[in-house]
C-alpha cells in the first residue's frame, strides 16, 4: 500500500502524519508500506517513519546520476536520503513534465542501479478508453517502458495501473475495469518474462481508491496494492487503506 503525496505536505506536516500514523499500522504486517512525500520532506519523513515497517520513497528521479541539471535529484540521492523506492512515469509526470516510456526505462534502470525498487505506472487516458485503445496504450507502454528491463531488473519493480481518468478525479474504476487492465498487464508481463514473473509480479491500482471502495479492489485476483493519492494524505485514512 503505497502513499504518492504529489505537491502537499511540509516537514512538519510529515512529521504530524507519521506521529499519527504508525501506531495505527504498528500491527499491521500482512501490507509493505510506503509513503512518497515531496523531496524536501524525505529527511523528515525518514526520521520520523525509523524503526517502524512503513518505507519512504521519492515520487521522480533523473536518470543521471550527478551532474548539471538544475533542479534535478538523483536515484543515488534518494538512496542515500534513506528512501528505500521511487515512483516512476506516473502520469502526472507523462503529462506535465514530457516524460515518455524511453525517459521511464532510463528511470527505472537507475533507480534500480541506486538500489531502490521502482514503482513504474502505466495507464491510459479518458480519450484512449473511449476509443477502445486501453490495451493497445498500456501494450505501448510496456513493450516502450517495462519491457527493456533485464529479467533480473523486472524482479525489482512494481507496477502500478493509474487509468488517468480515475486520478483525483473521484471516478475510481470499477473492480471489474480495474481487473480486466491488471489482467492485461500481468499477460504483457508473462509474454515477456515468463508466467513465474507475472505470478510474482505486484500490479497496484491507483485512482480515487479511498478506505470505502478499496476492499473491493483488493478483491480482485490480479490487484495486489494501491497506489494512493488523495487518501494517502490523511494519517487516518491512510490506515484504513493499509488495514481494509
Ligand atoms: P488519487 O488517489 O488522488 O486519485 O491519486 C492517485 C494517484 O495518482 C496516485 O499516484
Given at each position: 500500500?503505497?502513499?504518492?503525496?504529489?505537491?502537499?505536505?511540509?516537514?512538519?506536516?510529515?512529521?504530524?502524519?507519521?506521529?499519527?500514523?504508525?501506531?495505527?499500522?504498528?500491527?499491521?504486517?500482512?501490507?509493505?508500506?510506503?509513503?512518497?512525500?515531496?523531496?524536501?520532506?524525505?529527511?523528515?519523513?525518514?526520521?520520523?517513519?525509523?524503526?517502524?515497517?512503513?518505507?519512504?520513497?521519492?515520487?521522480?528521479?533523473?536518470?543521471?546520476?550527478?551532474?548539471?541539471?538544475?533542479?534535478?535529484?538523483?536515484?543515488?540521492?534518494?538512496?542515500?536520503?534513506?528512501?528505500?523506492?521511487?515512483?516512476?512515469?506516473?502520469?502526472?509526470?507523462?503529462?506535465?513534465?514530457?516524460?515518455?516510456?524511453?525517459?521511464?526505462?532510463?528511470?527505472?534502470?537507475?533507480?534500480?542501479?541506486?538500489?531502490?525498487?521502482?514503482?513504474?505506472?502505466?495507464?491510459?487516458?479518458?480519450?484512449?478508453?473511449?476509443?477502445?485503445?486501453?490495451n493497445d496504450v498500456l501494450t505501448t507502454?510496456?513493450?516502450?517502458?517495462?519491457?527493456?528491463?533485464?529479467?533480473?531488473?523486472?524482479?525489482?519493480?512494481?507496477?502500478?495501473?493509474?487509468?488517468?481518468?480515475?486520478?483525483?478525479?473521484?471516478?475510481?474504476?470499477?473492480?471489474?475495469?480495474?481487473?480486466?487492465?491488471?489482467?492485461?498487464?500481468?499477460?504483457?508481463?508473462?509474454?515477456?518474462?515468463?508466467?513465474?514473473?507475472?505470478?510474482?509480479?505486484?500490479?497496484?491500482?491507483?485512482?480515487?481508491?479511498?478506505?470505502?471502495?478499496?476492499?473491493?479492489?483488493?478483491?480482485?485476483?490480479?490487484?495486489?496494492?494501491?497506489?494512493?493519492?488523495?487518501?494517502?494524505?490523511?494519517?487516518?485514512?491512510?490506515?484504513?487503506?493499509?488495514?481494509?
Amino acid at each position: 500500500m503505497a502513499g504518492n503525496w504529489k505537491m502537499y505536505k511540509t516537514p512538519a506536516e510529515t512529521k504530524a502524519f507519521f506521529e499519527t500514523l504508525l501506531p495505527l499500522v504498528a500491527q499491521s504486517t500482512h501490507a509493505d508500506m510506503a509513503i512518497c512525500p515531496p523531496f524536501v520532506d524525505i529527511a523528515a519523513a525518514v526520521e520520523a517513519a525509523a524503526g517502524s515497517r512503513v518505507a519512504v520513497g521519492g515520487q521522480n528521479c533523473e536518470y543521471r546520476k550527478e551532474g548539471a541539471y538544475t533542479g534535478e535529484i538523483s536515484a543515488p540521492m534518494l538512496k542515500a536520503a534513506g528512501c528505500s523506492c521511487v515512483i516512476i512515469g506516473h502520469s502526472e509526470r507523462r503529462q506535465y513534465y514530457g516524460e515518455t516510456d524511453a525517459t521511464v526505462l532510463l528511470k527505472t534502470k537507475a533507480a534500480l542501479e541506486s538500489g531502490l525498487q521502482a514503482i513504474v505506472c502505466v495507464g491510459e487516458l479518458l480519450a484512449d478508453r473511449e476509443a477502445g485503445k486501453t490495451n493497445d496504450v498500456l501494450t505501448t507502454q510496456f513493450d516502450g517502458g517495462i519491457a527493456g528491463l533485464t529479467p533480473e531488473e523486472f524482479a525489482k519493480i512494481v507496477i502500478a495501473y493509474e487509468p488517468v481518468w480515475a486520478i483525483g478525479t473521484g471516478k475510481v474504476a470499477t473492480p471489474e475495469i480495474a481487473e480486466d487492465a491488471h489482467k492485461v498487464i500481468r499477460g504483457l508481463v508473462a509474454g515477456k518474462f515468463g508466467a513465474d514473473a507475472a505470478d510474482k509480479v505486484r500490479i497496484l491500482y491507483g485512482g480515487s481508491v479511498k478506505p470505502n471502495n478499496v476492499k473491493g479492489l483488493m478483491e480482485q485476483p490480479d490487484i495486489d496494492g494501491a497506489l494512493v493519492g488523495g487518501a494517502a494524505l490523511e494519517a487516518v485514512s491512510f490506515s484504513q487503506l493499509v488495514n481494509f
